[in-house]
């Protein structure tokens, strides 16, 4: 069989462009939860994690060498600062885990199913294995220390039904049908998602001197409220118990661990996964009351990303991504 050398293709060089960008920020962020981690349960999981982002960067590096394409900077040891004295307890540090395997584990199933070329699909299969093993161990370990919300419980179905009425989508007047089990799960994540965020704002508050960096991330606090308040509400008024955070995992400390430049990313990040996450949602919604609020929020996330994007261009911290060359320049036209 002839052996072809296949090139990267765009999905194929942007995916691993975007990982590698990710994956030096988790290598940042892990090596400062580990410095401080107290918790010999929590360690190996993220040894674990920091172990396969450092294994994806170095297998990244060597496609890209062998491909003749520049590294991105993306973060170094210069984003962190390890001296600072904790800014989270140790059990947000699992829920760190947790919750960038399961936004990897959506990320990572989208990017897979774009690429071909076999190193980079192999290469991209195991990724998504590898955060699917590290959401099940974290969950695991999540549960066994009581720090794990289950999502709401309905009764099992007793028989097939079919939709019988145009009300199941659009109700009448004061009158709508119970949420579905879909609908349910959708908005439990959403909640928890944002109940992880809102933590991860209250810290970094504390630590941010910058005005305007500390006004994104207060105004992304309060995007996250909304939604927690939001999805509560309606949960409460199905006569389903709303979430409730377990505990508070933010410290006292004043001093910033992490550099503004890899806060604003993070933020970034987590702005793209969430968009993401909430098209994923209203295009399962079944009530229009759910559908309409969805749509309104990706527009009020993407407004507010726009801040963050903007930060980042202003103070030259956004890496531009591989693109196409302008033809027409090139033809001089």
Known sequence: MVKHNVRLSSPEIGGLWGVYIQETMSVCLLNYFLHHLKDNEIKPILQKSLHISQTHITQIKDIFSKENIPLPDGFTEEDIKLSARPLFYDLF????????????????GFVTSTVARSDVLAFFTNALNQATELYAESTTLMLSKGIYDRPPMITYPEKVKYVKKQSYIVAAVGKKRPLNAIELTEMFFNIERNYFSVLLCIGLLQVVKDKEIKNYIRN?????????????DLLKKEDLLGTVPVSMEVTNS???????????????????????????????????????????????????????????????????????????ELKGT
């Open 220 to 232: 992304g606090m309060e995007i996250s409220e909304k939604q927690i308040n939001f999805f509560n």
């Open 93 to 108: 540090a699992l829920s760190f885990v947790y919750s960038m395997s399961r936004m990897g584990m959506a990320n990572l």
């Open 254 to 328: 004043t001093v910033s661990p992490f550099s503004d430049k890899l806060i604003v990313a993070l933020f970034h990040f987590l702005n793209s996964i969430d968009v993401t996450l909430i098209g994923h949602a209203l295009s399962l919604s079944m009530r229009l009351d759910l559908a309409t609020y969805y749509s309104n929020l990706i527009g009020e996330i993407l407004i507010y990303a726009e801040k963050g994007f903007n930060i980042m261009v202003e103070r030259q911290w956004l890496e531009q991504p591989p693109q196409a060359p302008n033809r027409k």
